[in-house]
């Protein structure tokens, strides 16, 4: 089955429409199978190095159109990406039966995105913006921190169909942005990216491109907006609905039919103005620089974002990396209280317990496909601003470097740290318990590139917005012990990266 991506044909130069490279100015569609009935196209992207920026003022300048963002935890560098527009898009709508009812094999949407990604980057051409003829072999520039990214993610449950919350939102969905750019260290880069069809001039192609990045650049950002306010705050589930919904989660745990799940609540907020997913990510990035930050915006005013400390899988060459994140603790400014907390979350026999969970799962699921696989004998802290977890940080080589980064998401999620064990059971159990969808909450957000490498985190501490409306996601791990109460304040504890 083919699905398809929709193809920007249209670049800005200040603020104005422009087609010099391009035939026409109308959106076209780019058919993955390559269908004789559809017009051949190539990507072609360029690079230059740009000022550096303030990512979120470059967001902000692009309020009204689609926006993309992501930024990796200072601790281990801060590569950061802002892209706004769409050169292309990749979108896997949900399978319905002949019934109007979800039919989405488990693992499909990974396959197709992968598959489509593949043949989106063939033949592609990336190069630095100073070059002045055409190169065809450009495997040079493929390891370029600038080069182009596609964008995205994918929702929670393999049966998505999407709701009025998340209307503009697929089961899985990647954007490769017209304008990317990219904070590495102290470099900085700007990259335009379009789609264009290989019956055109590649150099005539190429100059409209470079007009485009060069005015982009000479281009002033506009002013950080400040914060919106909160005029209301609703909890679709109350506090005795939670309860029932813990107390059924530990009564089927003794049953044995399941080992752990992860119960998740919604806060739903209104604003008393628009809601600028930009001017929210500023105070995130200020306040939770510890965590990957995203946004992933696919239209106008309806963005999904968040601030997670949890990363699924990293994957270069044939190296990755991924964590095990599972027990929460309070912080608290008193520096001896709050490793008080640390060592109670460390001694607790409920807390390890669910961990290990998550660190087995993790081990069995990669065994086949690592080699050696390294992970310390006992958790750590991970300590945030307002919160503290156990993690285990996991490392190894792959068997076979040609394994691709949706491979290892396909296999990887959900973790127990998001599902439950074992997963299947505590998918079905979720379906069945949670009132309100999940939609793409604690599920995997990122970025893969040319080479089929790529991060995915786990999209928690998040929230979807659509104009002044906001609804936020979190989530407590339910084992044999839980009390409903302190699930609750868990969860309550988790909603503050947002509020």
């Avoid at 900085?188 to 005539?204: G, K, P």
């Avoid at 506009?222 to 209301?232: G, H, K, M, N, S």
């Avoid at 997963?423 to 590139?449: C, M, N, S």
């Avoid at 080479?451 to 929230?463: K, L, P, T, Y």
């Amino acid at each position: 089955m083919s699905q398809t991506a929709r193809i920007s044909r249209t670049y800005q130069v200040h603020g104005q429409t422009q087609t010099r490279h391009l035939p026409t100015d109308r959106a076209e569609t780019w058919d993955a199978s390559g269908g004789s009935s559809k017009e051949t196209c190539r990507l072609l992207s360029l690079f230059a190095p740009a000022p550096t920026l303030d990512a979120h003022q470059f967001l902000l300048d692009a309020y009204g159109q689609e926006r993309f963002f992501w930024s990796e935890p200072s601790a281990i560098g801060g590569f950061t990406i802002a892209g706004t527009g769409i050169a292309a898009e990749i979108r896997i709508p949900p399978i319905l039966d002949a019934d109007g009812e979800p039919s989405t094999m488990p693992g499909y949407r990974f396959d197709e995105v992968a598959g489509q990604a593949h043949e989106l980057f063939l033949d592609a051409l990336f190069l630095p913006a100073e070059l002045n003829r055409s190169v065809t072999d450009t495997r040079v520039w493929l390891d370029h921190p600038a080069r182009p990214r596609l964008f995205g993610g994918f929702a929670f449950q393999d049966d998505f169909v999407p709701d009025n919350t998340w209307s503009s939102f697929s089961p899985a969905q990647f954007v490769l942005p017209h304008f990317q750019y990219t904070c590495d260290g102290d470099k900085s880069y700007l990259t335009i990216t379009a789609l264009v069809s290989t019956h055109e001039n590649v150099e005539e192609s190429l100059k409209g491109l470079r007009d485009a990045l060069l005015a982009r650049l000479a281009t002033p950002l506009a002013e950080l907006l400040q914060p919106i306010q909160v005029t209301d705050l609703r909890f679709p589930m109350s506090a005795d609905q939670w309860e029932d919904a813990v107390q059924s989660a530990v009564s089927a745990i003794h049953d044995g039919q399941i080992e752990k799940v992860v119960l998740s609540r919604v806060c739903e907020a209104r604003t008393d103005q628009p809601i600028d997913a930009a001017a929210v990510l500023a105070y995130l990035d200020q306040h939770y620089r510890d965590c990957y930050r995203f946004i992933f915006e696919p239209v106008p005013n309806h963005a999904f974002f968040g601030a997670t400390p949890e990363l699924l899988i990293r994957k270069r060459a044939n190296h990755i990396e991924t964590m095990a994140l599972a027990g929460s603790a309070a912080r608290s400014r008193d520096q001896a209280l709050d490793n008080t907390f640390a060592e109670a979350l460390l001694m607790s026999d409920k807390d390890r317990h669910e961990h290990q969970l998550v660190v087995d799962s993790i081990r069995a699921k990669l065994e086949s496909e690592v080699e050696v696989l390294s992970f310390p004998d006992s958790p750590v802290m991970l300590k945030l601003s307002n919160i503290q977890h156990l993690l285990t940080p996991i490392e190894g080589e792959l068997v076979d470097s040609q394994t691709g980064i949706l491979s290892l998401v396909r296999l990887l999620h959900p973790t127990p740290a998001m599902g439950g064990v074992p997963a299947d059971r505590a998918l079905a159990f979720l379906r069945r318990t949670e009132p309100v969808p999940r939609g793409w909450y604690a599920a995997p957000i990122g970025w893969l590139d040319t080479r089929n490498e790529g991060v995915f985190a786990v999209a928690i501490r998040s929230a979807v917005t659509q104009h002044n409306r906001v609804w936020l996601y979190a989530g407590a791990g339910i084992v044999g012990d839980s009390e409903p109460d302190k699930e609750w304040a868990e969860t309550a504890l988790k909603f503050r990266p947002m509020l």
